[in-house]
């Protein structure tokens, strides 16, 4: 998979991609990540990128041309036309559903935007999608196209070493991930689960599911309801519901 972002501050982007598991993939040729300069494409002598906005108004707009001539060399140099992605507070926010939409294509094209945003032009010709991390304000798109970037990255096969690395985690099935221990067995007086020390997978992988279950009923009940239970979910659920209700009865 091929990842291209296009930045007026690629430094920014490759001192974050360069570093852990993403960059480890990166050096071994996995995973194709490169930043791209939108400042290297302007036909400004001064290299500016951005201008007043027509119609008048606060701050300034990137300009349409630098983008697109980038835009244009990316397809060039990869020989492919990437989906474009715009990291945008307009857009949809995004999620591991998402994150794993975006895992399957072989090409994508992260469009970070800065001061008022981008000349419209370019969202209506190049943009295939619009993409917000959350109902907040940054200074730009960078930090946004890093965390889609990190969180695609790391399903493509071969970025983590085993796939269940990931499909255990938080969000991945649709719940929070279970409670992890390690080393001592006790500390401050407190034990790890006995379960975990059985060596007994099938109670294992049991004790986590009721684990992943109750965390999220516990944090995050509105995943609940979106996550894919099965029968057996079903009936853990229905006792720990039995359970919260008990104890509140004891509390009265």
């Known amino acids: 998979m091929r990842i291209d972002i296009m930045t007026l501050f690629p430094e920014m982007c490759e001192a974050v991609i360069n570093e852990s598991i993403i960059g480890r993939a990166r050096q071994e040729g996995i995973i194709e990540i490169e930043c791209h300069n939108i400042r290297d494409y302007t036909k ?3 290299r500016r990128v951005d201008d007043y906005p ?3 108004g606060m701050g300034m707009i990137m300009q349409a041309q630098p983008i697109a001539d980038c835009y244009e060399d990316i397809c060039r140099v990869s020989g492919k036309k990437p989906k474009v992605i715009y990291m945008s507070p307009q857009g949809k926010v995004f999620n591991q559903q998402k994150a794993k939409e975006l895992a399957q294509y072989d090409s994508i094209c992260i469009l970070c935007g800065h001061y008022e945003g981008v000349d419209q032009r370019i969202i209506d010709e190049l943009v295939d999608e619009e993409i917000s991390i959350g109902d907040f304000v940054l200074t730009g798109g ?4 890093l965390m889609v970037t990190d969180a695609v990255a790391r399903m493509v096969p071969g970025v983590l070493a085993e796939e269940e690395s990931f499909t255990d985690e938080s969000h991945y099935s649709g719940l929070l991930e279970y409670p992890q221990y390690t080393r001592p067995p006790v500390y401050k ?7 975990l020390l059985s060596g007994h997978h099938a ?3 049991k004790w986590r599911r009721e684990q992943s ?10 995943m609940i309801k979106k996550a894919g239970m099965r ?4 009936i853990i659920l229905d006792n720990l519901l039995k359970k919260d209700h008990s104890d509140d009865k004891k509390d009265n």
């Open 142 to 145: 960078e930090l946004p196209a």
């Open 44 to 46: 400004d002598k001064h």
């Open 213 to 222: 279950i109750e965390t999220t009923m516990k944090k995050r009940p509105d």
């Open 203 to 205: 109670n294992i992988k």
């Open 189 to 195: 007086d407190k034990s790890v689960p006995g379960v």
């Open 231 to 234: 029968k057996d979910d079903l």
């Open 54 to 56: 027509y119609g008048g």
